[in-house]
């Protein structure tokens, strides 16, 4: 029988995990190998420069710029307040003085007798990195951050949106097919992770939003939902780096769909522990995808249930993860040996998918990925 291998969405219930805790810049770890932390623990922080500002000091005074040194109150170097008076002119008979303050706190970090400017840079940007899951340090990675491993289970979202957050997992729905609608989000919700059936619509995420809640893992939404919710139309960049007030992870794709069984369980089974999530996507080449973990204490000799790629066979359940079809489901009907051209011309391998409603497509084997039933 003819087959291929296609990657798929990983969906472990128990898995060791290792989670690379890594600072932009070089910076200070604070732990070191064999520490047990918990999520919210700082692994690594670093200080980013502060912004500048140039303020024009010649201009201001009407001062040659030769002789702004002679002019200035404040040295290299010194901490300033906002409105602070870093400039002043002699004055006729000590009155009718200009002055140059200065727009911001921060530091003089130079003065330029050549343009006559001062370079005032505001404090420095604390950067702090978290654990994003309890587990141990395993592993230093030199004034930059660690790895973190932990044993548990671990879900692959098919999309998502917002950050890196944490909170207790609850489930808000009775069965995978059941939508998460607004009237379903309480108050009593505030700092939890809420999972859902087969969709979510804007109002109750906003609903969400407005009570708190950290992150909603469900099994579709519609696009125009996601256009409401993000404010433009989303492109093909990477998600994460939303600030939207809670982090939202799509399981299965755009559309009402139903959370897959197998993932419903996973999470049911999980109610009430500590989840970490994260909503970068991307599709394109260096393939994201937004993540779901939730550690598992005493299970690290359980064997490992990763489900990662597979052979493809006629028959195999399979989701697109490329338009004009994407997030839709179906099952492999046709595996032709031969390559053929597509309209860019490019000569790739292709398969036949059977989709729900029973149409047939052809499509690029790397249009699709298998799922798990």
Do not use: W
Request: glycine share 12%; aromatic share 4%.
């Amino acid at each position: 029988m003819a087959h291929a291998y296609t990657p798929g969405l990983k969906v472990a219930a128990g898995t060791t995990i290792r989670n690379e805790r890594r600072l932009p810049i070089e910076g200070e770890v604070l732990v070191q190998v064999g520490d047990t932390i918990d999520a919210e623990d700082v692994v690594a922080k670093a200080s980013l420069p502060g912004n500048v500002q140039l303020v024009n000091i010649a201009n201001l005074l009407s001062i040659p710029t030769e002789d702004i040194h002679e002019y200035m109150l404040k040295k290299e170097g010194a901490p300033i307040d906002q409105n602070e008076i870093i400039g002043e002119t002699k004055g006729l008979f000590g009155l009718f003085k200009s002055q140059a303050r200065s727009p911001i706190d921060g530091t003089i970090e130079s003065i330029s007798d050549v343009t006559g400017q001062v370079i005032i840079r505001e404090a420095p940007i604390p950067v702090n990195v978290m654990g994003h899951i309890a587990g141990s340090i395993v592993e230093i990675l030199s004034d930059e951050g660690a790895i973190v491993e932990a044993y548990g289970t671990y879900i692959q979202g098919i999309f998502g949106v917002g950050g890196e957050t944490v909170g207790t997992l609850e489930i808000v729905v009775e069965s995978p097919d059941a939508p998460l609608t607004k009237d379903l989000i309480q108050p009593a919700h505030r700092d939890r992770i809420l999972c859902g059936g087969a969709i979510v619509g804007n109002d109750a995420i906003q609903e969400a939003i407005r009570h708190g809640v950290k992150g909603i893992i469900v099994g579709g939404i519609h696009d125009g939902d996601l256009r409401a919710l993000l404010g433009y139309e989303l492109g093909v960049a990477i998600t994460g780096s939303e600030e939207l007030g809670l982090t939202l992870v799509v399981t299965e794709g755009f559309g009402e769909i139903s959370m897959a069984a197998r993932t419903f369980d996973l999470l049911k089974a999980q109610e009430g522990m500590v989840a970490s999530i994260n909503g970068a996507t991307q599709i394109r080449a260096g393939v994201v995808r937004p993540e779901i973990i939730i550690p598992v204490e005493g299970q690290r000799d359980a064997v490992d249930t990763d489900i990662a790629g597979d052979a493809l066979n006629i028959g195999t359940p399979i989701r697109i993860i490329r338009e004009p079809y994407f997030g839709k489901l179906g099952r492999v009907s046709l595996l032709p040996v031969e390559l053929q051209e597509l309209e860019t011309e490019a000569q790739v391998r292709v398969l036949e998918v059977e989709l729900e409603d029973g149409n047939k497509v052809v499509l690029p084997r790397a249009n699709v990925e298998i799922i798990e039933v």
